[in-house]
């Protein structure tokens, strides 16, 4: 072979190699969001490190795999509104403006919620409890101050958390010992005020239990009577290896959606330990201390295996419920960032999100990328 043919041939051999390799990169470009597709927003809960540019290992997997997002901490009120009078938005404006500038659905969390709330709040300059009166007017300068501020940035808020226990009653927060069930009302009718145009939902834990189940369908049928905004309720995704029941989670789903509002799948993760119910004679404390960290230096395979079955299961439901279904969000990016970790016990290690403690998506995940 001639010296100009050899040539010929080596550079065709590159071209073809680099084409190749073109088309492996390409495919390997498509992320969790592309394999969605608009079925529904697939998103994930951002700490201060991630919104704030410091994980930067974290933002390429935010920027790759999601399209939407929602703040873990920074925009709950003892963040924001530490005392009466000042605002603290520093955190806050990083988050939103980093998904602004990243082309994210922004989801604010949250405007009224019993934890992270500061005391002050519910407390006259004396030590005592304030008055119904100026309950309501702290709840509307606060709500106010904040939806406006995002006001155009923001697709929807989370206006109530967490406000009704298992058994259909209302927790009793200091919202409601002052203002009864009207606290929930005033917080949409507010928010709406601030800016019409923002979505309004309605945020919760546990709601596969019936209970609840009725007693948020009967709240948010309340709302709408009164001709009050309400356009989604958010389920919780915290979930374990032995509950929900998929039935029970699915027929929450469709009790929401049949009020005429949408159903968003929040703060999704399942806890890859065994569930541990503590009873009040455990003699051996080492032993129950070891029973909730079985697994600290990895999960082994075969329990690996039962987790991404079920996570895959459940993310069938969403699939399945995709006309109802407008949001399914993970409750921190990798495995490193859960909350889970050290609860209820410091040293607690877990493996409950999408992706591992080295930035790689777990096999359900992978299996949904390259359907």
């Known amino acids: ?55 930067t290992s974290a933002i390429k997997i935010v920027k790759k795999h999601f399209n939407a997002i929602v703040a873990e901490n920074c925009m709950k009120m003892e963040e924001v509104h530490p005392e009466e009078g000042v605002y603290d938005f520093k955190d806050a404006d990083k988050f ?18 019993h934890s992270q709330c500061p005391a002050w709040f519910f407390l006259d300059d004396k030590g005592k409890t304030v008055t119904p009166e100026v309950l309501k007017q702290r709840m509307k300068e606060h709500i106010t101050t904040v939806v406006t501020r995002y006001k155009g940035k923001i697709k929807g808020w989370d206006v109530v958390n ?25 917080a949409f009718q507010y928010a709406h005020e601030a800016d019409p145009d923002v979505e309004l939902y309605y945020n919760d834990y546990g709601m596969n239990v019936q209970g609840r189940r009725d007693a948020v369908v009967k709240m948010v049928k309340s709302l709408k009577e009164r001709g009050l905004r309400i356009d ?14 998929i039935d029970e989670f699915e027929e929450s789903m469709l009790a929401f959606a049949s009020t005429g509002v949408k159903v968003m799948i929040t703060e999704w993760e399942m806890s890859a330990l065994p569930t541990v119910r503590r009873s009040a004679n455990i003699s051996d404390t080492v ?59 410091p040293g607690r290690k877990d493996y409950a999100l999408l992706f591992d403690r080295d930035y790689q998506p777990k096999d359900f995940v992978k299996e949904i990328i390259n359907k």
């Open 1 to 55: 072979m001639k010296l100009r043919d050899i040539l010929a041939a080596s550079v065709c051999g590159a071209v073809m190699a680099a084409c190749a390799g073109n088309t492996t990169a390409v495919v390997n470009e498509k992320g969790l969001k592309d394999a969605v597709g608009d079925k529904f927003l697939i998103g994930t809960a951002l700490n201060v490190w991630q919104s704030g540019g410091i994980d």
């Open 162 to 186: 967490e406000a009704i226990v298992e058994d259909g009653s209302y927790r009793k927060s200091k919202f409601y010992e002052i203002l009864g069930e009207e606290f929930i009302p005033l």
């Open 232 to 245: 989604a309720v958010g389920m919780q995704g915290h979930m374990g290896m032995d509950y929900p029941e």
């Open 287 to 345: 032993a129950f201390r070891k029973s909730l960290n079985p697994y600290p230096e990895a999960l082994p395979d075969s329990v690996s295996k039962v987790w991404n079955e079920r996570m895959a299961q459940f993310f069938s439901l969403f699939e399945k419920h995709a006309d109802i279904v407008t949001r399914v969000t993970a409750w921190g990016v990798s495995d490193g960032d859960s909350w889970k970790n050290n609860f209820p016990v």
């Open 96 to 113: 939103v403006n980093f998904g602004v500038d990243n082309g994210l659905t922004v989801t604010g969390h949250c405007l009224i919620w």
